[in-house]
């Protein structure tokens, strides 16, 4: 059942590899713990449901996003039930998803952002590698799961544009600029082609990004990597604040939401409005430009 499950995700509902393993995981989870409880399928209730998420809070101590998430998988396991002729009625339509806390993504500047990858040691290949994937990240504001997907095809290093599969498996182009452009050359015609050299696997991957042993570099393994970058850097951000700074910058030089949006790859502009909360710094000083007044009350520690 599970797997007709998953298959239903991809073709039915045209979501990702990646959402439907996030689903398969969470439906799992409540499938393993309806038959510690000795509930069948077809007999749950949705105070049942309530209380699998409250003991996923409790006990796992998922967040409120985590816990929404968890609804909306189970949400659609029980769609899928009804269109087997399991149940009647989806009793998880009734839950209500805990409210979301509005959390202001974590920036770097372009100063901070250019030392940590100073501390990335290009004397090596795999160091070249990392580099160009973080000025990459960075420039064209990417997703990990982005950039582990591309293919050598994918990307115009004279036009500066790679084509990009985001969420639900949707393409766009998304651009970068010289710096990226001269990592990803040295990358290409140097280092990648020593760390191909190594195995079979590795001369005959089509992916752009590769490990030591020839295959397509992981999501988890571009992650590891710039946590330990960001470890000698002494910086605590993740590699998703690079996609954060990318936007902020964009906004603070003056882009315009809708450009940001389909540069980010985001399919509702509520989500790229969360990066004009960010730059106070910005709004500081608009806010003096355009009330010039401000200035005849003081300082606020004269207040």
């Known amino acids: 059942m599970l797997d007709r499950f998953c298959s239903r995700l991809i073709a039915v509902e045209h979501h990702s590899v990646l959402t439907k393993e996030t689903y398969r995981l969470e439906v799992s989870r409540f499938l393993d713990y309806i038959t510690e409880e000795m509930i069948p399928v077809a007999e749950v209730k949705t105070d049942q449901l309530a209380a699998y998420i409250t003991k996923r809070r409790n006990e796992d101590g998922i967040d409120s996003r985590s816990a929404a998430k968890a609804i909306s998988c189970l949400r659609s396991f029980f769609r899928f039930a009804i269109d087997e002729g399991i149940i009647l009625n989806n009793p998880a339509a009734t839950l209500e998803s805990p409210k979301r806390r509005m959390k202001l993504p974590q920036v770097m500047d372009s100063k901070t952002v250019e030392d940590l990858f100073e501390k990335v040691d290009v004397e090596s290949p795999l160091g070249v590698r990392d580099r160009c994937i973080f000025e990459l990240l960075y420039s064209a504001g990417l997703r990990v799961s982005e950039a582990a997907a591309l293919n050598i095809r994918d990307v115009d290093l004279e036009g500066g ?9 949707k393409e766009r182009l998304a651009l970068f600029g010289m710096v990226a452009a001269s990592w ?8 990648r082609p020593y760390i ?49 700074s ?35 710094k910005v709004l500081r000083e608009n806010h003096k430009r355009f009330l010039p007044k401000l200035s005849l009350y003081g300082k606020m520690s004269d207040i």
């Open 161 to 169: 544009v790679a084509k990009v599969r985001g969420k639900g498996n």
């Open 184 to 191: 990803l050359k040295k990358y290409l015609y140097e280092a």
């Open 196 to 244: 191909a050299s190594k195995n079979v696997q590795g001369r005959q991957s089509k992916a752009l990004f590769i490990g030591r042993r020839g295959k397509r570099l992981s999501r988890k393994g571009i992650w590891k990597n710039y946590s330990k970058a960001a470890g000698i850097a002494g910086t605590p951000s993740g590699l998703h604040t690079l996609r954060h």
């Open 246 to 280: 990318f936007a902020t910058e964009l906004l603070a030089g003056g882009a315009d939401l809708r450009t940001v949006q389909e540069l980010l790859g985001h399919a509702d502009l509520s989500t790229t409005q969360i990066y004009t909360h960010v730059d106070v």
